[in-house]
């Protein structure tokens, strides 16, 4: 196994660790230890569109990884489908989940919470943390397929 496929599976590892770490104990502690919901879904959003970030340069050093085993890779148009999409979607949490969820988030927290505004903002904030939800539960089944696909095809090289 070359050095790129090495790097590859360190890059996958450190984001589908991070990637639970934040998802299953960082943001629920968050909300179990501040008092306040608001103050704890802002700091929640703050790591995420942080982390989402992160994510982006994640998803392009797998692409440059990749791009040097390239040979090595057997289903290269599922394999290079699959990077692509998690690249696009580190894109869409970055530039339009995060900050509609964070946008809808602060103009709720002005409002009465029986306005009518209030109850459309709370829907949209909802249906997109729903579909977060979704879909960052999606990349985690895909990170780790790719994962154990590539520890997989190494054990059949050696």
């Known amino acids: 196994m070359n050095n790129a496929c090495k790097l590859f599976m360190f890059f996958l590892g450190l984001w589908l660790g991070l990637t639970c770490f934040l998802d299953f104990y960082a943001v ?52 290079w489908t699959t990077l692509g999409s998690l690249f696009v979607l580190t894109l869409v949490y970055t530039f339009h989940m995060s900050p509609t969820i964070i946008e809808a988030n602060k103009k709720k927290y002005e409002l009465e919470e029986s306005s009518q505004e209030y109850i459309q903002l709370d829907k949209t904030h909802q249906q997109y943390h729903g ?6 539960g999606t990349k985690i089944l895909v990170l780790l397929f790719l994962l154990g696909s590539t520890l997989r095809r190494r054990e059949e090289k050696a």
């Open 131 to 136: 579909l977060f939800r979704k879909t960052d």
């Open 28 to 79: 629920p502690t968050i909300f179990r230890s501040l008092s306040s919901r608001q103050d704890a879904g802002s700091l929640g959003m703050i790591l995420f569109l942080t982390f989402n970030k992160v994510e982006i340069l994640l998803a392009l050093a797998l692409g440059v990884c990749a791009y040097f085993f390239r040979s090595q890779i057997q289903w290269k148009k599922t394999f």
